[in-house]
Every structure is written in structure tokens, then in C-alpha cells.
């Protein structure tokens, strides 16, 4: 019985502070946009480099 005095406390601690965690998430807008990601891994970030022979030019 002594354990639940100690565990309930520790749980709602750990329960309110991912609450917390979830709604700061939330307002910084990390769930605007969901799709985005899954799309951006397949583009080339690459930019094209000049060629070495136009810069001689």
C-alpha cells in the first residue's frame, strides 16, 4: 500500500507533463503539415553545379 502512495504521484506527474509536452507541440505548429515530409525525401536537394569549363570561359 506504502507503494501507491509513491507511484500515483510519480504517474500523474509523468501524465500531466506529456499533456504539456503534446499541447506545446501542438501550438508550435509541428502537426501543420503531416504530408510534407514523406514528399520532400523523394526531391533532390542538390542544386546543379556549373560545369569547371564555363568558369574558364
Known amino acids: 500500500m506504502n507503494a501507491l502512495y ?3 504521484p510519480i504517474a500523474l506527474f ?3 507533463g506529456s ?3 503534446f499541447l506545446w507541440s501542438y501550438r508550435s505548429g ?3 503539415d503531416i504530408e ?6 523523394l526531391f533532390d536537394d542538390d542544386e ?3 560545369d569547371v569549363k564555363d568558369k574558364k570561359k
Do not use: D, H, L, N
Request: hydrophobic share 45%.
Open 30 to 32: 509541428q502537426y501543420e
Open 14 to 16: 509523468i501524465a500531466f
Open 48 to 50: 546543379e553545379k556549373p
Open 36 to 41: 510534407g515530409p514523406k514528399y520532400r525525401m
Open 6 to 8: 509513491m507511484t500515483v
Open 19 to 21: 499533456f504539456f509536452i
